[in-house]
């Protein structure tokens, strides 16, 4: 089973201070899958994210990447080997314009940005690629505008465009449609739809229709373990997961 | 915060400047007319000036623009700056002295020798951040100038080198003035380098990291080692400006370690703008000049006054001298053009 995952942990786990926030966690995501990470608040999605892309170390377990051990390498190098991520609250350079942000992408696994000595007109040679990037998430007209100048759903597109900038194996999208407007929502949901063709996709997400229009497979996580994991369908009907998701609502009926 | 853009329209609009990059830049006539009036002044400057206070302002406009690539385009405060300046201060005159060479070269070997120094200090600062590292590199900084102080065999301790020769292929550069103009082509040719580094891919990375390191880590760049690369470059610069301040005055002393050193290094850049580049030379000419006009004047605490206008300035025009012009003037720019 394991060997034929593209990305996979095993008994992964986390601890802050005592508190447990991913326990022994299992998860084998397929290749050219779209795997959805679903759960209540605190139950360790964003954790588990962090985790996966090196920017938190675990405390136990093993990450591999296409049968490579992963484990505990620095996000720069799990980037490099073909994991990108986008990150739940909007992380982008504020003064870059959304240009500049996708050729900060292109560029990073060509070792130019080390050129010191050298021109940053030389950066014009990933301008084609970065206008086709910007044009597949609906940014085309605004790629000179500053990112900071952007609006909420702009810059989440650019977060796309630039995790897609590195061509990666998978794409780890940490609530791609929070804070949306139900507009916004369709059009991320579209894109990532469009994006997904010959990738692996991981998301976490709070909004379950999402979920069921993307997902092939779905982990409901609770607690920092995994409590059901299997097609969007089956998970929605299962009684754990209900009582998991609507136990609050039940009690207060 | 900043209106948003949803449109193409309100995007063709300039953002507030940034100061930076493409998003904000003068039009390309203003920066060629900036560049010739600023060699003007450069040629000029020692007829205008006591030709000693010109060639202390080339030096600190090195020092200065060393201490912006950090503080200005990685986002790092070094506040312990004088330990390249002075480093190479004391290696450009004991190499002066002892092996005679041509002075460009003693400085050349003072400069890589505070690029050296800046590899282990460098290494060990960057895994902090903010006061954390403006701390450790302080805390160096304090180290070396000890080593200094109690190293007499060498550095003669409290007495300081004495005689540091103005060789030049037996020219006579004893005059301050024409000096001046020896030193200059190094000058330039080490704020070029600078110019070239913050508008180089290296530089755009630089950005990054100091606006978002943790997305520039996603995106693949390693910034440790980016950072270190930085420092290393900022001690090289910091150090062509110490070796020339030690040939200028002929006499290298424990003060180019002292860590007040390093503060007014500081001090420099922001009073002309952190971020700017340039705006670290207009400060060097500012404090250099001030302070040398109030020891002229007999005035006995210069701290209290430039640390006075320092304050002031943090006050009032948060984006120093350069940055507050250029704000103004992009202001300007931009409703002449709506």
Request: charge should be positive.
């Amino acid at each position: 089973m394991a060997g034929q995952a593209l990305l996979s942990a095993r008994g992964l786990t986390r601890d802050f201070r005592g508190f447990r926030a991913v326990d022994g966690v299992d998860l084998d995501v397929a290749p050219d899958s779209v795997h959805a990470l679903v759960g209540p608040n605190g139950a360790g999605k964003t954790t588990l994210f962090n985790l996966l892309t090196g920017f938190l170390k675990p405390s136990g377990g093993r990450i591999e990447l296409a049968g490579r051990d992963v484990t505990g390498l620095p996000p720069e190098r799990v980037a490099r080997l073909g994991v990108a991520r986008s990150f739940q609250i909007t992380s982008l350079f504020p003064q870059l314009s959304a240009r500049e942000h996708v050729e900060l992408a292109l560029q990073s696994p060509s070792g130019l940005g080390w050129r010191f000595w050298r021109s940053s007109a030389l950066m014009r040679r990933y301008t084609d690629r970065a206008t086709e990037l910007l044009a597949m998430v609906g940014l085309a007209e605004l790629a000179e505008a500053p990112a900071e100048a952007l609006a909420y759903g702009r810059k989440r597109a650019l977060e796309l465009a630039i995790a897609l900038a590195l061509d990666p194996k998978v794409l780890l999208l940490d609530e791609p449609t929070a804070g949306m407007g139900l507009e916004d929502v369709d059009r991320t949901v579209d894109l990532i739809a469009r994006v997904r063709q010959g990738r692996t996709v991981v998301m976490v997400e709070h909004n379950m229709s999402v979920v069921g229009r993307l997902a092939d497979t779905v982990t409901v996580l609770q607690a920092g373990k995994v409590l059901v994991e299997g097609p969007y369908e089956e998970v929605r009907a299962d009684e754990r997961v209900i009582t998991a998701y609507l136990g609050a609502a039940d009690a207060a009926h | 915060m900043t209106s948003t853009v949803d449109t193409p329209a309100d995007a063709a609009r300039p953002a507030a400047p940034s100061g930076l990059l493409t998003v904000a830049r003068a039009p390309r006539w203003l920066r060629y007319a900036l560049l010739a009036a600023g060699l003007l002044v450069a040629f000029w400057l020692p007829n205008g000036l006591y030709p000693a206070v010109a060639v202390d302002i080339l030096c600190w406009a090195l020092f200065a623009v060393a201490v912006d690539l950090l503080l200005g385009f990685t986002g790092l405060m070094s506040f312990g700056h004088a330990a390249f300046w002075g480093t190479s201060a004391y290696v450009t005159g004991l190499v002066a002295i002892h092996v005679g060479l041509p002075f460009p070269a003693a400085v050349l070997a003072g400069a890589l020798t505070a690029a050296l120094l800046a590899v282990p200090i460098g290494y060990l600062a960057v895994k902090r951040t903010g006061i954390y590292f403006a701390m450790v590199t302080l805390a160096f900084a304090q180290m070396v100038y000890y080593v200094a102080n109690e190293w007499r065999s060498v550095t003669q301790g409290e007495n300081g080198l004495q005689g540091v020769p103005r060789e030049l292929f037996g020219l006579d550069l004893s005059d301050d003035y024409y000096f001046y103009y020896a030193i200059l082509p190094i000058v330039l040719l080490g704020l070029l380098a600078a110019w070239r580094i913050v508008h180089s891919p290296f530089g755009r990375v630089l950005v990054g990291i100091r606006d978002n390191p943790a997305r520039a880590r996603a995106l693949g760049y390693p910034v440790h080692r980016y950072k270190l690369t930085a420092f290393v470059l900022s001690g090289f610069i910091a150090g062509l400006g110490g070796g020339l301040f030690a040939v200028g005055h002929r006499f290298v002393s424990l003060e180019v370690l002292h860590w007040t050193t390093s503060g007014k290094a500081v001090i420099v850049v922001v009073l002309g703008g952190i971020g700017t580049l340039w705006g670290g030379v207009l400060g060097a000419a500012i404090v250099v000049r001030l302070e040398d006009w109030l020891s002229f004047s007999g005035f006995e605490t210069i701290g209290l006054v430039t640390g006075g206008i320092f304050v002031l300035v943090v006050l009032l025009f948060r984006r120093g001298i350069w940055g507050s012009v250029a704000a103004l003037a992009h202001r300007w720019w931009a409703s002449r053009r709506r």
